[in-house]
DNA sequence: TGAGCCATGTAAACGGTTACATGATTCC
DNA sequence: GGAATCATGTAACCGTTTACATGGCTCA
């Protein structure tokens, strides 16, 4: 029926929702927010709000600060009735993972023991980064909660969730694979 | 020191080693197993494995099967070398995640408590969903066990319980949304 | 004979990142 | 005065998917 948004559009619609304004405010919310499972860079950021702006699902004003050019973006009614659209659509998406260190583990058979156990080393690393990363953002989303954004929140418990869980797996594989190897 | 491989090249020499020959075949393997965390279509297999040949990775040999052009790929030592050398690489590498369902729960205060439990429950279906095609592939997994191959099954196993616990904490969040909604 | 799989490949389009460029403001 | 940050944007490049094209082989 409706114009079918594309990857970018989706998160720039649902941040403009919540409050951001600009390129650069999207951008800032995206990094502490929703980039470990849905990123965006400038370079689709603001091609994509003037795509937007044409389409007539977002309304530009010029809103300099000082000397600076600025531009403010907020929804229109089309741009409210696309992202709700999208909100309640039937379907999976998108839903693609690229994990390198999983690739590594899946073809150590060819290492020897010591590398084998150091891959499952830095997925176990690599998981406690991103709890710590986790972590520092976890205030920001627990002051949303008062302000009526509880989604956020338990998004990130269910990241912070997931990345112990998969900690607590690195860990177990180690110890397995020091003692009798990989039987 | 070394070449730095593209992203289908690191596939393309870990399944060249474990045994497959030709381009087909490669799409095959990578289809029954890991492409829910490193796909590759067609598009970059073939060119990527000429890249590979004219930069002394592999070596193509014609291997017509009647009157169809067919070749089939090896790898050569110095392939060898850049798999070992990638394998053992001392970083995270690559790891991205794009989740559309996540993307909706994160932004389902703009919904009403209806549509956010539908969120919810189309991320349960699709961990089962993704839990029988795993299902489905775990003979294959086993069989190498006895060739060999044994992280192969090891990262399906991994794969399995990622799925169901994921399963788990969509069925209690939904239960959670159920009785008095979000508090 | 026709369906379906085996097998190979190319071209166009798409989405994304990175690097670059610019300049104002703020803070030490 | 200089560094860092705020803010906006473009251009080039890269990796990937999709659609298209071809044609032989196998089996019902």
Known sequence: MSIQLTPTARVILGMLKLGARTGYEIK????????FFWGASYGQIYPELKRLSQA??????????????????????????????????????????????????????????????????????????IVERF???????????????LYPHLTLQYGLALMEWTAEWASKTERQLENGGTQ
């Open 56 to 129: 007539g699902l977002v309304s530009a004003s010029d809103a300099p600060r000082g000397g600076v050019k600025r531009t403010e973006y907020e929804l229109t009614p089309e741009g409210e009735r696309a992202l709700e659209e999208w909100l309640a659509a039937d379907d999976f998406g998108t839903f693609e993972l690229r994990d390198e260190l999983l690739l590594r583990f899946f073809f150590a058979d060819l290492l020897d023991e010591a590398d084998a156990r150091a891959v499952v080393r830095r997925i176990r690393e690599r998981s406690e980064w």
């Open 135 to 149: 972590r520092e953002i976890e205030p920001d989303a627990r002051d949303g909660i008062r302000e009526g954004r």
């Open 28 to 35: 800032q919310v995206i990094e502490v927010s929703t980039r």
